[in-house]
């Protein structure tokens, strides 16, 4: 099946987290978590429009000054969404350097910081390089849905979980996806070419089946061109299909509440990576640390229905046998362990 986001995590299923989402076709990449960065490149690190911060933890949050390094003299926008508090953090690191050179940057970076908090309520300020990060335009509002970022081509979501401290989960989302059959273009008698994309635009955009689209394409040496309604496409040629959906759980206690939020934003999603800390054997600890073990992301997985699972985040405790975590995750996704209880909250 298509992809719309090629996923990277950065450090395997054992290092700090970090998930690399490139938006395909897009030219940018979200960012999850800022945990050792060490291993992505310069260009990679350059195509992050978004940083999405599930919460501020050290392996979580270690690496933002290798972010920063890489695009600090670039003109350009990076949002970064985090849990309540994050503002305050990002303004700390940020002024804990000498910006006294600020000025002769000929290009500056900013960052836009918005926090998520648990009621509703969203922060947002502008921290620019070149006003020294000192945070501007701070505004505080009230959200009416759990989206964080709305654009046609992408959608990002995010719940706050219990960790002991409030912690983001994530969902990235495609929202509809035009297929093109190229076959039926052909019996129509039309040829591919960029005019394709104004048909997906119109499309996309709702626009009347009469809108009339001038298709031009390249037969060798010779430029075709035909008058085309929109209508005719839709019937014949081109589909509105649901888009993709990556969803990133990490750091958060099995409870009730955690778990039903979750399964509300990982619902049939296609893929869910998702943390498993502990071994079920170990679940006292993973609860005391409030972390899931490896089962309760498996039940997880499975009673979202995802078409995927990558369970990941294992702790550095399982060195030398972590297929253990992945073993366990797999059996309590596809249901074929039946020793192991789905836990009490559910
Ligand atoms: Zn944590």
Redesign the pocket.
Known sequence: MRSAFDLQLVNGPTGDPALFADVIGAGRAVLIDLGNLSSLSARKLLRVSDVLLS?A?LD?FADFERLLRVVLGRERVIRLTGPKGTLARVAARLASYEWNLAESFREAVTFEVLEVHEDGTRRRARLALKERFAPQEVEEFVATSDVVRAEPRLVIRAAVLD?GVP?LAFALEEPVHVQVFRNALEAMGLGTGPWLRRAKELLLEGAPDDTPLTAQWRDGTRILERTVFLGALREQALRLIPGQRVVYVT?CAWTKRNVEKILELAQDADTLVIEAAFSHADRAQARARRHLTAVEAGTIARLAGVRRMIPFHFSPRYEGRFEVLEAEARAAFEGTDGSLALPEPL
């Open positions: 919460h933890h979580h960790h912690c750091d």
